[in-house]
């Protein structure tokens, strides 16, 4: 469609919209997780507009410093974190929460219990917030396994048993990319309307890329697969092009780079950080989901990203992800080094 016909659309896709009609694949759904889901996006609109506001409103002292009227603001990422657990224990929707920002899981009162757990991370890349670089939220959800019986192990479950996965980016636009099991559409947010529309339906990442997202400066800790695919992404020796770099280093919006242009983004093990540094529940097995619904692969150098079993909420574990024949370079260096092992 061209943009003078794309200004005159008017049949919008919102996000409801699409999750109502994804709801019509399941008779015996009531309607909860689209309740949830809105729920969700609340929380995205509103860390959406206090980014967009943050560096103005630093002025104001919006970025944990003191206001004009001498009043004690909070950190966005603080701020973004409150938003997230209200509109998620209000959603009646949900039973177990991990955040990132709480360092213990937060189960939610019984009269406001509902069935879905929600692993979440309210403001990742938070390194990127005074500079004005793309930051985003990420979320996994779950389904609790006994109502009557709500345990942690309710999160610490494979990331084969997520329902649903997705990530909001507050970038140039703020777009919120979201698997419901069933591939992966893509909405941004129209700001004079409020709404999020779809823009990008059944994204598929392309099966290889010319890119590659790592960051460099851990090179010297790096293990032999991990060096050995960096140096023939820079001189392949099978004829082809080097892969370019490039390295927000805000997941979010490196993740979301790779799944529309194709590549692969790494955040390998090394030798002072084992395993890796981003953390399973709320970073490895949204963005695993996603990349695996978008047809693409998630490996942790031992095995597939989702089928890993994490036994503390904040579990780390090293992460390639991106286009399927990308992976699979990289599984095949891991196989043959074990092979000689
Ligand atoms: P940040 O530290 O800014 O919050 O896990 C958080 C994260 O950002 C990711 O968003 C990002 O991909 C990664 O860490 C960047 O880590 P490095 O600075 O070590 O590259």
């Known amino acids: 469609m061209d943009h003078a016909a794309e200004a005159q659309r008017t049949d919008l896709m919102t996000i409801t919209r699409h999750v109502l009609n994804e709801q019509g694949r399941h008779p015996e759904s009531r309607g909860d997780f689209t309740i949830l889901l809105s729920h969700i996006v609340l929380g995205c609109k509103f860390v959406a507009s206090a980014v967009n506001k943050a560096g103005l409103a630093k002025l104001i002292g919006l970025a944990g410093e003191t206001n004009v009227q001498g009043e004690e603001q909070k950190k966005l990422d603080v701020l973004s974190n409150e938003v997230f657990v209200k509109a998620l224990v209000s959603s009646g929707r949900t039973c177990v929460l991990v955040s990132e920002e709480n360092e213990e899981a937060i189960f939610v009162d019984t009269p406001l219990r509902g069935k879905y757990c929600v692993c979440f991370d309210p403001l990742d890349g938070s390194s990127n917030i005074d500079c004005g ?48 099991g069933n ?63 490039r390295y927000i280093g805000s997941m979010v919006a490196d993740v979301h780079r790779t799944l529309l ?33 978008a047809g693409g692969q998630a490996f942790t150098g031992k095995q597939r990203a989702l089928e890993l079993v994490p036994s503390k909420i904040h579990d780390r574990s090293p992460i390639f992800l991106g286009s399927f024949d990308d992976v699979e370079e990289i599984k095949s260096l891991y196989a043959s080094q074990s092979s000689i092992a």
């Not at 996994?140 to 709500?150: E, F, L």
């Not at 309307?193 to 598929?204: Q, S, V, Y």
Request: glycine share 10%; aromatic share 12%; proline share 7%.
């Open 261 to 293: 242009y194709g590549g692969i983004f790494l955040y390998p093990a090394d030798k002072k950080s084992p395993n890796g540094k981003l953390r399973v529940l709320y970073e490895v097995f949204p963005m695993s989901f996603l990349m695996e619904q």
């Open 133 to 180: 670089v793309s930051i985003g939220t990420i979320f996994g959800i779950y389904m609790i396994k006994d109502k009557d019986n709500v345990t942690l192990d309710d999160v610490l479950q494979p990331g084969t048993n997520m329902l649903a996965a997705g990530y909001c980016m507050y970038g140039s636009s703020c777009t919120l990319v979201l698997s419901t």
């Open 183 to 245: 591939g992966v559409n893509g909405f941004t947010l129209d700001p004079s309307l409020g709404e999020f529309i779809l823009t990008h339906p059944n994204i598929k990442i392309p099966k290889k890329g010319k890119i590659y997202s790592v960051n460099e400066g851990n090179a010297k800790n790096w293990d032999a697969p991990t060096a050995k695919f960096v140096e023939k992404c820079k001189f392949p020796q099978d004829g082809s092009s080097p892969k370019s770099l």
